[in-house]
DNA sequence: CTTGAATCCTACTTGATCGATAGGATATGC
DNA sequence: GCATATCCTATCGATCAAGTAGGATTCAAG
């Protein structure tokens, strides 16, 4: 799961757009809220608006805010808008993946994958984001033991080890 | 959760040692029992044997194998090897985000969304991966109904859109 | 009816990364 | 020493990400 820098200010953006719902507000306070910038800001607010996310007002108090209540749209919806797919394998859908041979049941793993990260994006909307308070399965997998931690075994830092391993 | 040609590359040549295993392939036959270009799995296997995942051999005869027992690699350890990192937020790890105001409460989400990918990922190994008998939290993820259907409302090709949506 | 603040549109730049490919150096078994 | 492998370095084109720039358009207030 890649979340874009674009994908990180849309929800954060999204966020404070959130938090004072149903307020229009311009793309530079948002931008300043968040400490981005205020260009960057507009160009993101634009893929929301085109996805139907947040409403848009032009002149002065012009501004945006969100297109339905923050208990109604969902962060997986945001990073869609902006990023596109949420999983994607070699570009394409988990579901439209074909092999042979010893890789013939790899669709089906995609599709599991895909399906987790839907069970958490797409089920906390962006009022629960704000607040903090998060579904029951969603906290409970932040209370786990590992979760806050990387998972070693082949960090990306190590991949450039001249050391060979020869069978035997 | 995105996976890269190189990483797709990696899972597949990963099962083919795997249901062949303990014997010594060539990255040739490799290749071609998966259809790929055979320099391009070269350069797989090499990133693969760096991250201790193959051992190799060379010359006539050589070639490669799991390092452990299928049993004992998991898929996801096999797609670090090859992409880095299963989850990252604009390029850092999902516990070193930090923010203010309305997105205070971010990392956590990214935190669970990382846990989620790696309750799928860490927990299918090659063998299960290979024979398609999956654990059973994976396995229910895959039975669910939308669970094999894009996720529509904002899909990659309606972002282009012209229309605008202004306030009322 | 002008002015200023805002959205909105098009284009551009710069750098990195991805998906390969090419050629050759090195090791191994027969 | 020869065939067969791994292994290393370098390169290439295409694509994309991140952010910038400038201006056209719209609207409310004075």
New interface residues.
Partial sequence: ?????RG?CA??IA??L??DHPR?ISAGALAS???LPGKFAEVILG?L?????V????GVEGGY?L?RGPERIS???VL??VD???????GR?P?E?S????????P???????????????E?SLEQ????E?PVR??E??A?EG?????L????G????K??????
Same sequence: chains 1, 2.
């Avoid at 190590?158 to 080890?161: A, E, G, K």
């Avoid at 050391?163 to 035997?168: F, G, K, Q, R």
């Fill in positions: 799961m890649q979340v874009s820098a990180e929800v954060r966020l404070t959130a938090t229009t809220a968040q400490g893929d608006r085109r996805a139907h996310l409403a848009s007002a032009r805010r297109a962060v997986g919806e869609r808008a596109g797919p949420l999983s994607e394998v070699r859908r579901e993946t092999y042979e041979g010893a890789a013939v049941n790899l089906r793993l995609w599709v599991a994958a895909r399906a987790a990260v839907r069970s958490v994006l797409d906390v984001a704000a607040t903090g998060f969603v906290a997998l932040t786990q979760a806050w931690f990387p998972r075994g082949c960090a990306a190590t991949r450039d080890l050391s060979t391993y020869p069978i035997e």
